[in-house]
């Protein structure tokens, strides 16, 4: 597990809050505390640790409880959402099928640029993407042999010159080569060299001038800590840095204040290195990476809980015309499938609704059940546009949604095919037929009737 130490320390401070019999201002100064004490631990920046503490301090003192929360309850809520936000804007990297999304890497030596490239090559591949890989690092001896070692591993094609001395050239080269291959993802490693040395941004800006990257990512070694600012700071300044990504977060215990620094600059961090192997990558999402960081299990239910009565609440009124009206967007198909998952197994849900539950055989429900996952993969690989106007998913974008979901483009029109569904469906009960139950209630009564493709059951 990542950030073992820190995770802990948070952990048994909201633990004590758990036990506490009261909670009062004297226990949750004494909480902030805590918190306080295990993020300074981490190495993050004392500024930063005394602000968030204070917003956590003054929700927690201030803030009204929802309906049917307890009051440790919402303040764990705070927590939660105060170092999700504390860990910056989740961002995702972006590729396109059929066009040829140019990365380049750069970071100071030993950084882990190499084995990030490699990483992020097989990450990529395992998404369907045809990759390629550019060495342009003519400073480290070796450096081609380590890239074309882990591009054979990764099964990803390596280009590069053992005995160039022109990285910028090189790059040009390997770029232009893989272009007109028509790859769809081209990554450019990089030289590190100290950064007193001028070279090494020098020769990052012309690289960066002669590949025209479409992003230029910043590899940051998580163990110095919130030294990593002062890095992200001069790179910024050099060139046009697109995103950050953080190596080594398995072995340190100052991964707070990496993470936390680099979030401050404004820099989405979009990848995080958690080990040596190929497969130790992870997208960051903070919120998710918060979670798992105050250990999951206990806080998952908790959240949960607290979501669902969130979202009753946000459910108004209006929101109940507007779906009645026909305006259902994808999104809310996805909401509704996250309230769905909270309630429990399709199987569950259907057997709550009279006349449904027993006559639906197991195995369609199974069936039904994992296309409903897959479909929220592939809702996820869609950009907010298309979630709230799902008329832009042309083929192009139709396959561009497949390859990023890991799914095909039959099972992207298909779940179009079923959303289309789902609005006639409900604006037929909109017009008074069916029962009061959510919308969902409505479409799972439908489902039954064996009218919608995909899942429920069929006419036979
Ligand atoms: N534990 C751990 N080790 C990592 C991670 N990422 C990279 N490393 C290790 O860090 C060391 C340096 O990695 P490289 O990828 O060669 O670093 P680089 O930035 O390309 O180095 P130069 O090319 O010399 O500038 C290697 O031993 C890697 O195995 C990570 O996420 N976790
Ligand atoms: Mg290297």
Redo the contacts with the bound molecule.
Sequence with gaps: MVLNRLGRALHSALQKLTRATHVDERAIKELVREIQRALLQADVNVELVLGLTRRIEKRALEEKLSPGVGRKEHIIKIVYEELSVFLGEPAQLQVEPRKSTVLLMV???????????A?LAAHFKKRGFKVGIVCA?T??PG?YE?LSQLGQQVGVAVFGDPKAKDAIKLAKEGVKRFKDERLELVIV?S???HRKEEALMKEMKQIAKAVQPDEVIL?L??TIGQQVKEQAAAFKAATNIGSILV?????TAKGGGALSAVAATGAPIKF?????HID??EPFVPERFVARLLGMGDIETLLKKIKEVTEEEKLKPADVKALMAGKLTLRDVYDQLETMNKMGPLSKLMQMIPGIGVSVPEEQMRVGEEKLKRFKVIMQSMTPEELENPKLLNSSRIRRVAKGSGTNEAEVRELLKQYEFMKRFIKMFAKGRGPKFGPWGKLMKGMSKGTPPGFGRRKS
């Design positions: 970071g100071l030596q030993g950084s882990g640029k190499t084995t990030s490239v990483k690092d400073f480290r450096a380590q490693d030289a590190g060299r590899v070694d998580a190596t080594k977060l398995d072995g995080v290195g958690v080990g040596e130790d990558l």
